[in-house]
């Protein structure tokens, strides 16, 4: 059975730098896709960005250039730096990973947790 387990989460100041973890374990072949989403309270969860296996990735407009996502195949663990936070960007994030577990199988979606990120003003 496929866990994503995530980590780093936090309250910080608007400005200020946080960064989350979320590391896969269990029956994994392969992880084609990871990413992060977040939704905050009252609306739907939205992408925040992904990133494929060659390092490729893709962001929401609301967060290019202040958020990084990167991740570390050999640990199977998907990081997302968040640097200059505002308070719109309270949310829960959830880590996500499309993953396959037997060489036979295709490939399935995983859902972490959930991190609480709090940006006060």
């Known amino acids: 059975q496929v866990q ?11 400005g200020g730098s946080l960064r989350l ?35 490729s990735a893709n962001y929401a407009d609301s967060v290019k250039g202040r958020f990084t996502i990167s991740r ?13 936070l505002k308070p719109e960007d309270t949310a829960v994030y959830f880590c996500n990973a499309a993953i396959r577990e037997s060489w036979y199988s ?10 609480q990120v709090t940006v006060s003003s």
């Open 4 to 14: 994503l387990v995530e980590s780093g989460g936090g309250q910080v100041q608007a």
């Open 21 to 55: 973890s979320c590391a896969a374990s269990g029956s994994i072949f392969s992880i084609r896709l990871m990413g992060w989403y977040r939704q905050a309270p009252g609306k739907q969860r939205e992408l925040v960005a992904i990133i494929i296996t060659d390092g």
């Open 72 to 84: 570390d195949n050999v640990k199977n663990t998907v990081y997302l730096q968040m640097d200059s």
């Open 106 to 115: 295709g490939y399935n979606n995983h859902w972490g947790q959930g991190a």
